[in-house]
T-cell receptor, first 110, second 113 residues
Framework: GQSLEQPSEVTAVEGAIVQINCTYQTSGFYGLSWYQQHDGGAPTFLSY????GLEETGRFSSFLSRSDSYGYLLLQELQMKDSASYFC???????????FGRGTSLIVHP | KAGVTQTPRYLIKTRGQQVTLSCSPISGHRSVSWYQQTPGQGLQFLFEYFSETQRNKGNFPGRFSGRQFSNSRSEMNVSTLELGDSALYLCASKGTSSTDTQYFGPGTRLTVL
């Protein structure tokens, strides 16, 4: 089976940088994904890491260390609209269906 | 391309009833997965259908079932509803590659009274 750990809540101010960590345990790791979900909305895909290292997409970056079973999502130049829940999800080889963490609620203050 | 659509968006049922939810995936996507989202348990995987066959299954009781049609549209059914079944039910579709992104629909908010 799989398990993921991520902080339940993170707060930051506009313009700042915030890092949301995710540690996982899985037998057959294939990739780590990140999703954003605003209140009342559907999860939307942000990034995917299958190999170690940093993936950058605009203000968002995601990092993976497979040897440490650890990844993080980095959000730069925070904006109020970034206030949302962020989920990490692990895919296992074979099914490729992601198992989600419980999510981190990011609150951005002015 | 149109996104994933789900109907109905909101539903209120009473204990013991059964319910059917519908999902239309993105055109060309053959994989449809269903998730249950609750504040306490987060996003939990129910099952995945691919080309009309259940390919993966989560750890839910047999009251939860699904099917997929030849046009890739999918339905999930919950029988003998319990209060704890109140949740947001999300459907997600993806392409055929293992690295394809999952795209989620807006969800169906089910309330069981």
């Amino acid at each position: 089976g799989q398990s993921l750990e991520q902080p339940s809540e993170v707060t930051a101010v506009e313009g700042a940088i915030v890092q949301i960590n995710c540690t996982y345990q899985t037998s057959g790791f294939y990739g780590l994904s990140w999703y954003q979900q605003h209140d009342g909305g559907a999860p939307t895909f942000l990034s995917y890491n299958a190999l170690d290292g940093l993936e950058e997409t605009g203000r968002f970056s995601s990092f993976l260390s497979r040897s440490d079973s650890y990844g993080y999502l980095l959000l730069q130049e925070l904006q109020m609209k970034d206030s949302a829940s962020y989920f990490c999800a692990v895919s296992e080889g074979g099914s490729y269906i992601p198992t989600f963490g419980r999510g981190t609620s990011l609150i951005v203050h002015p | 391309k149109a996104g994933v659509t789900q109907t109905p968006r909101y539903l209120i049922k009473t204990r013991g009833q059964q319910v059917t939810l519908s999902c239309s995936p993105i055109s060309g996507h053959r994989s449809v997965s269903w998730y249950q989202q609750t504040p306490g348990q987060g996003l939990q995987f129910l099952f995945e259908y691919f080309s009309e066959t259940q390919r993966n299954k989560g750890n839910f009781p047999g009251r939860f079932s699904g099917r997929q049609f030849s046009n890739s549209r999918s339905e999930m059914n919950v029988s003998t509803l319990e209060l704890g079944d109140s949740a947001l039910y999300l459907c997600a579709s993806k392409g055929t590659s293992s690295t394809d992104t999952q795209y989620f629909g807006p969800g169906t908010r089910l309330t069981v009274l």
